[in-house]
């Protein structure tokens, strides 16, 4: 099975910190995402990695910024937190070529800014 | 810009009755991806859809795909508090795994 982990579960971090979300998936996947989802927004694109040290923005990257050293591995950095990105932030991460670009979820990461 | 669309975007309904989620997209698209996500978790993979007609089905779940209307179906045969969830549907237009674009979700609750 293909196994999406993120480093934490709930994070609480204050105005202004520097603040990183780790996701690692174990299936040798090209392609990885972090999305935001917040009640009525849906699910938002905030940057993908296609390959080792390539990143692409996404609908939302103000704010953000990513690091993908490994294949294996994709941080979210958020440099000074602020109060409007409290969310829930998803990552994924799909295959790259072939029928099937299916996305597999992490578990979940609900970062509280106070 | 793509949107994708879901109604409803709330469905209430009874143990053992039928109902339908639709899923509408405004470009093409041959493939087309069903997800569901329990309240305060994260999302999982229901159903993979990839040519025109295609047809999967898993348990009391149906989801159908017409490319040609730019629509797919989910369609749930006698609802158990079970599925009480929040279903997504994501349309990948460029067929290249990286710009999904999901829709709003349709929250169901399945009322004994």
């Known amino acids: 099975d293909v196994k999406v982990t993120q480093s934490s579960r709930y994070l609480v971090k204050r105005t202004g910190e520097k603040v990183f979300l780790e996701c690692v998936q174990d299936?040798?996947?090209?392609?990885m995402f972090w999305y935001r989802q917040d009640p009525g927004l849906g699910l938002r694109l905030i940057y993908f990695s296609y390959d080792v040290k390539m990143k692409e923005k996404g609908d939302i990257p103000e704010g953000y910024s990513v690091s993908r050293e490994k294949k294996e591995r994709f941080s979210l950095i958020l440099e000074s937190a602020s109060t409007n990105q409290t969310s829930m932030y998803l990552c994924?991460?799909?295959?790259?070529?072939?029928?099937?670009?299916?996305?597999?979820f992490g578990p979940g990461t609900r970062l509280t800014v106070t | 810009e793509l949107k994708v669309e879901q109604n409803p975007l709330f469905l209430s309904m009874q143990e053992g009755k039928n109902y339908t989620i639709y899923c509408n997209y405004s470009?093409?698209?041959?493939?087309l991806y069903w997800y569901r996500q329990d309240p305060g978790k994260s999302l999982e993979s229901l159903f993979v859809?990839?040519?025109?007609?295609a047809v999967k089905q898993e348990g009391r779940l149906m989801a159908s795909l017409d490319t040609k209307a730019r629509l797919s179906t989910l369609h749930i045969t006698a609802a158990v508090h079970d599925l009480s969830a929040t279903y997504f549907c994501?349309?990948?237009?460029?067929?290249?795994?990286?710009?999904?674009?999901f829709g709003p979700g349709t929250r169901l609750s399945v009322l004994p």
């Open positions: 470009t093409t698209s041959d493939r």
């Open positions: 994924a991460s799909s295959v790259s070529g072939g029928p099937n670009y299916e996305q597999y």
């Open positions: 299936m040798d996947h090209e392609n």
């Open positions: 994501a349309v990948d237009p460029l067929s290249s795994g990286q710009n999904f674009v």
């Open positions: 859809l990839l040519s025109n007609g």
